[in-house]
Nanobody
Framework: QVQLVESGGGLVQPGGSLRLSCAAS????????MGWYRQAPGKERDLVAS???????NYADSVKGRFTISRDNAKNTVYLQMNSLKPEDTAVYYC?????????WGQGTQVTVSS
């Protein structure tokens, strides 16, 4: 089993920034992908960004140039730096851990972008 603990969500004005963190614990495999997904009300859960243990990243087109994903393998932690936030970024953000055998999800953290 893998446990994921997310932090860093909240309310921010348009144009502002937030940093999300997700710490993984438990049966951590050396080869894995960690990422962030988001789900707005009435919509599907979509990929925001992911990063493999060797550093390969992938971003949704809607966040390229504004969001940056990074990770600290020693701490089994992934970060999502979100800049230039827009109201359409409002969603519940979920951390995902994928060890190529199973996928684990965090509980989610709310991000609200509003003036």
């Amino acid at each position: 089993q893998v446990q994921l603990v997310e932090s860093g969500g909240g309310l921010v004005q348009p144009g502002g920034s937030l940093r999300l963190s997700c710490a993984a614990s438990g049966s951590i495999f050396s080869n894995n992908i960690m990422g962030w997904y988001r789900q707005a009300p009435g919509k599907e859960r979509d990929l925001v960004a992911s990063i493999a243990n060797r550093g390969t990243t992938n971003y949704a087109d809607s966040v390229k140039g504004r969001f940056t994903i990074s990770r600290d393998n020693a701490k089994n932690t992934v970060y999502l730096q979100m800049n230039s936030l827009k109201p359409e970024d409002t969603a519940v953000y979920y951390c995902q851990y994928n060890n190529y055998f199973r996928i684990f999800w965090g509980q989610g953290t709310q991000v609200t972008v509003s003036s």
